[in-house]
Structure formats: structure tokens, C-alpha cells
């Protein structure tokens, strides 16, 4: 016997509830959203990112925001990483609420806010919170003579010099050229090759055109004097580094340095792989800063003084290799030269090795990673020894020269190495007592450590 056919007054009931069931289904979805179940709006931060490379810290989104996914970063900064919950932890302050750092006179649209001269008349998009901050100190007109905000700008008859490849080929290259725009710096083969050591320091001082200038580009506090550095105590209560010149670190050398610091696994003991977009990143490095005359300085310098006798291709691959060159710590390939002098490590649960460079610092602090304790002492040029804690370890005496660009960094340290192998590299600079600490690893071309001392 057939069953009757289901009665018509059933099926407003049906649709009602069907309706009902969806209407609850975007409700429930809703409610996640503003919940912070894919995003949490109350606490302005993003659902911690899977660490695809064991770090222990997430990649940044500085300079990031709207890349495509990648494979190389253990997190990413583009909307789809809200649906797939491996944003990075800073995702919401760059990408979201938007930050000027390193941005200044950006416009791109793929940021929630811009950093120019006139992003007050934007729209949409106006100035980030922190554009006044940051961003008042850039020259919002272009300076005659000076490539800056026109590199691979088409000839201009109205100005005095170019800014294109070209420029090199008819003689008209504005000065800043090679330390704004990349361009490769001409060999100093006129200069006089410097006598020793500090007269070799004292010229590359001279050079470092990326240098920033202290209390201006680079603002300090150095807080106070710590008179015992095994009581690990915090005295001072601000950053070491107050403000930098947002426009100094977009410069090549310092851009490509940045890129750099998130390629390694901070913690010894865990061999490091590297991909090839790292391996790109290097060769960047090593491009730009070869692309100074800093660095054809000390090729000069050290063939000179018969420190070494390779041809400059070799050269180039030799510094590569004292960076670069992976070697064992604690495990197969856990350290390198570059990972321990500029970015640091940790020896274990308590302790950090390493870290020289002052533009990790200042990133550390400006990502609320860092703190400063206070100094040692401090001295000219440019150099201070200082505590500090990062990530629950702290650092009882550390030291760094500051508001120097890496390419001087890596030419002292690199004809150091050459010149005083494992010991103590006497020098000063402009009269100033600058001296350098060099070790290799287990007799390997490599940086075990490198840093400035007194």
C-alpha cells in the first residue's frame, strides 16, 4: 500500500525551519568572527601562526602585507591567512591597523592606511596612526642633486643629475646614486691604499654613506649605568632605541640585512635548512653590499696588505662563506656566521650568544621582543656595552656599534679576521680606540664570533 503523500500544510514549516537553520549558520559564523574564533578584534591580534620551520618566534609582517602565501615564512600577511589561521602575530598591527614603519612616502593600497606627504587626502586609506611619528622627518620634496625618491626615474632634464642605469654610461649619476638606488659603486683604484689598519678604518668611516646620523636618524637613550652585570637587573625604563629614520632602513643594504634575520632557528641544537628563497636573500646581501665602496675598499685593502691574494669574484665568495657557511654547535648545521654575530642565538634555556648588530635590537625592541637594561659603558665612536633580556633570557653583556651600516660592519670584521686571525684586532678610528674581537670555528673560513671591544 502506498504511503499518502505528505500534507501541504507541513511544508511552511519545513521552510520556516530551513530558513531558520540558515539564519542561525551565518549568526553562529558571525559570532566567531567578532568572538575572535578567526580573529580576535578585543585583544588586536591574530590566532598564533603554525611554525612551519620550528622557529621560535613567528616571521614578521613588516613589509609584507598582501604578499602571496609562501612557503618560505612560517607565517603569512594576506587576508586569505585569517581563514586559514596562520597569520603572523604581528599580522593586525601591520596589515590591519597599519604601522609607517619603514613606509614612510608609500602609497601602496595593499595597507590599510598610507605613509606620503599627502595621505591626509586620502579617502579611504588616510595616514596610519603613526605617520606624524615616524614619518616627519622625511623631506617630502625631492632635493636637488640627490636621488632620493627617483631611482629608476627616466631621464629629467630639469634636474641636475639621474637616477637610472643609465646614468653610469653618460656621466650624470647624482652622487647618491650608489647608496640610494643599488647601482654598483666604481672601485676606489685612485684612492691611496691607507697605511694600517685604523687609517683603513678611518676611511671606510669616511665612506659609510649609510651611517646614520646620531640624534637625528637614530635617537638613543642609553638610561643608566649598570655597575654589576651578573645581577641581571633592569634599570633603565625606556628603549634603547627611541626612533630611527624610517627611510635610512629602505636603503639596499639595510633592506636586504632585514630580510635576512627571520632565515634562522634561533635556538642551538637544531640543524637549519635553507631554502632557495633564503640563498636568494643572501646573494641579495652580498650584492649590496659589494655595490659600496666600503667594500671594494677592503678587497683593496686586504690584497694590498697581502692578507689576501684571490681575484675580487673570489673575494665576494669568501665574505659570502665567513656569513653564510652553516656549521655545528650543538647539532649538524645548526649555527653560521651571520646567525651569530647579527641575529643571536640561544645556547640554551637561559643563556644568548652572540648578537652584535644594533638594527636587530632596535627591531627586537620595536616588536616588543626586547629589553634594555641599561649600559656598561659607552664610548666613541658609536659604541656601547649593554644588558638585555630577549624572550625570557638575558644577556649580561653584549656590545655593538651603533648607527653603522652593516657593509662597514662586515669590512672591518672581515679584514680583522684576515689580519689578526683569532685574536685581538688593535685599531681606532679617528684617533678613537675601536678594537675588534675575531674568532674562526674549529679553524674553518667562518665567523665564530665577531664584535667590537675596548
Same mark, same amino acid.
Given at each position: 500500500?502506498?504511503?499518502?503523500?505528505?500534507?501541504?500544510?507541513?511544508?511552511?514549516?519545513?521552510?520556516?525551519?530551513?530558513?531558520?537553520?540558515?539564519?542561525?549558520?551565518?549568526?553562529?559564523?558571525?559570532?566567531?568572527?567578532?568572538?575572535?574564533?578567526?580573529?580576535?578584534?578585543?585583544?588586536?591580534?591574530?590566532?598564533?601562526?603554525?611554525?612551519?620551520?620550528?622557529?621560535?618566534?613567528?616571521?614578521?609582517?613588516?613589509?609584507?602585507?598582501?604578499?602571496?602565501?609562501?612557503?618560505?615564512?612560517?607565517?603569512?600577511?594576506?587576508?586569505?591567512?585569517?581563514?586559514?589561521?596562520?597569520?603572523?602575530?604581528?599580522?593586525?598591527?601591520?596589515?590591519?591597523?597599519?604601522?609607517?614603519?619603514?613606509?614612510?612616502?608609500?602609497?601602496?593600497?595593499?595597507?590599510?592606511?598610507?605613509?606620503?606627504?599627502?595621505?591626509?587626502?586620502?579617502?579611504?586609506?588616510?595616514?596610519?596612526?603613526?605617520?606624524?611619528?615616524?614619518?616627519?622627518?622625511?623631506?617630502?620634496?625631492?632635493?636637488?642633486?640627490?636621488?632620493?625618491?627617483?631611482?629608476? @626615474?627616466?631621464?629629467?632634464?630639469?634636474?641636475?643629475?639621474?637616477?637610472?642605469?643609465?646614468?653610469?654610461?653618460?656621466?650624470?649619476?647624482?652622487?647618491? #646614486?650608489?647608496?640610494?638606488?643599488?647601482?654598483?659603486?666604481?672601485?676606489?683604484?685612485?684612492?691611496?691604499?691607507?697605511?694600517?689598519?685604523?687609517?683603513?678604518?678611518?676611511?671606510?668611516?669616511?665612506?659609510?654613506?649609510?651611517?646614520?646620523?646620531?640624534?637625528?636618524?637614530?635617537?638613543?637613550?642609553?638610561?643608566?649605568?649598570?655597575?654589576?652585570? #651578573?645581577? $641581571?637587573?633592569?634599570?633603565?625604563?625606556?628603549?634603547?632605541?627611541?626612533?630611527?629614520?624610517?627611510?635610512?632602513?629602505?636603503?639596499?643594504?639595510?633592506?636586504?640585512?632585514?630580510?635576512?634575520?627571520?632565515?634562522?632557528?634561533? %635556538?642551538?641544537?637544531?640543524?637549519?635548512?635553507?631554502?632557495?628563497?633564503?640563498?636568494?636573500?643572501?646573494?641579495?646581501?652580498?650584492?649590496?653590499?659589494?655595490?659600496?665602496?666600503?667594500?671594494?675598499?677592503? #678587497?683593496?685593502?686586504?690584497?694590498?696588505?697581502?692578507?689576501?691574494?684571490?681575484?675580487?669574484? @673570489?673575494?665576494?665568495?669568501?665574505?659570502?662563506?665567513?656569513?653564510?657557511? $652553516?656549521?655545528?654547535?650543538?647539532?649538524?648545521?645548526?649555527?653560521?656566521?651571520?646567525? $651569530?654575530?647579527?641575529?643571536?642565538?640561544?645556547?640554551?634555556?637561559?643563556?644568548?650568544?652572540?648578537? $652584535?648588530?644594533?638594527?636587530?635590537?632596535?627591531?627586537?625592541?620595536?616588536?616588543?621582543?626586547?629589553?634594555?637594561?641599561? #649600559?656598561?659603558?659607552?664610548?666613541?665612536?658609536?659604541?656601547?656595552?649593554?644588558?638585555?633580556?630577549?624572550?625570557?633570557?638575558?644577556?649580561?653583556?653584549?656590545?655593538?656599534?651603533?648607527?653603522?651600516?652593516?657593509?662597514?660592519?662586515?669590512?672591518?670584521?672581515?679584514?680583522?679576521?684576515?689580519?689578526?686571525?683569532?685574536?685581538?684586532?688593535?685599531?681606532?678610528?679617528?684617533? @678613537?680606540?675601536?678594537?675588534?674581537? %675575531?674568532?674562526?670555528?674549529?679553524?674553518?673560513?667562518?665567523?665564530?664570533?665577531?664584535?667590537?671591544?675596548?
Amino acid at each position: 500500500m502506498d504511503a499518502s503523500p505528505p500534507s501541504t500544510s507541513c511544508r511552511p514549516a519545513v521552510i520556516k525551519a530551513s530558513i531558520l537553520s540558515s539564519v542561525l549558520v551565518i549568526s553562529l559564523m558571525i559570532s566567531l568572527y567578532f568572538t575572535g574564533v578567526f580573529y580576535d578584534r578585543a585583544e588586536g591580534s591574530v590566532s598564533p601562526a603554525i611554525i612551519r620551520k620550528g622557529a621560535t618566534a613567528a616571521v614578521s609582517c613588516l613589509g609584507r602585507c598582501g604578499d602571496k602565501e609562501s612557503s618560505a615564512y612560517s607565517c603569512q600577511c594576506n587576508s586569505a591567512c585569517l581563514k586559514f589561521n596562520d597569520c603572523c602575530n604581528d599580522y593586525n598591527r601591520y596589515c590591519v591597523e597599519g604601522s609607517c614603519l619603514n613606509r614612510c612616502d608609500d602609497t601602496d593600497i595593499r595597507y590599510p592606511c598610507t605613509c606620503d606627504s599627502q595621505c591626509g587626502s586620502w579617502p579611504v586609506a588616510g595616514c596610519c596612526s603613526d605617520h606624524d611619528a615616524r614619518c616627519k622627518i622625511v623631506v617630502t620634496t625631492t632635493a636637488p642633486g640627490s636621488c632620493t625618491g627617483r631611482c629608476g @626615474q627616466i631621464p629629467d632634464s630639469t634636474q641636475p643629475c639621474q637616477c637610472n642605469s643609465k646614468c653610469s654610461k653618460f656621466g650624470d649619476c647624482c652622487s647618491d #646614486y650608489a647608496s640610494l638606488c643599488g647601482a654598483p659603486a666604481p672601485p676606489p683604484t685612485s684612492a691611496p691604499v691607507p697605511v694600517d689598519i685604523s687609517a683603513f678604518a678611518s676611511a671606510i668611516w669616511a665612506d659609510d654613506v649609510n651611517r646614520l646620523t646620531i640624534g637625528s636618524d637614530l635617537v638613543m637613550n642609553t638610561g643608566n649605568y649598570i655597575s654589576d652585570s #651578573y645581577l $641581571h637587573q633592569d634599570v633603565s625604563y625606556n628603549r634603547l632605541f627611541s626612533s630611527v629614520n624610517a627611510q635610512m632602513l629602505q636603503r639596499p643594504t639595510y633592506k636586504a640585512l632585514i630580510k635576512l634575520f627571520n632565515n634562522y632557528i634561533t %635556538t642551538q641544537g637544531q640543524t637549519e635548512t635553507k631554502t632557495s628563497t633564503e640563498s636568494a636573500e643572501e646573494d641579495e646581501f652580498i650584492n649590496a653590499i659589494f655595490n659600496t665602496v666600503i667594500m671594494q675598499r677592503a #678587497y683593496q685593502f686586504v690584497k694590498a696588505k697581502n692578507y689576501y691574494s684571490g681575484s675580487l669574484s @673570489q673575494y665576494k665568495t669568501f665574505i659570502r662563506g665567513l656569513l653564510f657557511t $652553516h656549521y655545528s654547535r650543538k647539532a649538524t648545521r645548526d649555527s653560521s656566521g651571520f646567525e $651569530h654575530v647579527f641575529v643571536g642565538e640561544f645556547s640554551d634555556s637561559s643563556t644568548i650568544s652572540g648578537f $652584535h648588530n644594533w638594527v636587530r635590537m632596535y627591531l627586537l625592541e620595536d616588536q616588543g621582543h626586547a629589553n634594555y637594561y641599561g #649600559y656598561i659603558k659607552q664610548k666613541q665612536p658609536n659604541l656601547i656595552k649593554y644588558q638585555f633580556k630577549w624572550s625570557n633570557r638575558v644577556k649580561p653583556v653584549t656590545s655593538t656599534m651603533y648607527g653603522v651600516s652593516p657593509e662597514f660592519e662586515i669590512a672591518l670584521f672581515s679584514t680583522c679576521f684576515l689580519k689578526s686571525p683569532n685574536s685581538l684586532c688593535r685599531l681606532k678610528i679617528n684617533g @678613537q680606540t675601536a678594537n675588534v674581537q %675575531t674568532y674562526d670555528y674549529k679553524g674553518a673560513q667562518v665567523f665564530g664570533s665577531a664584535y667590537f671591544t675596548s
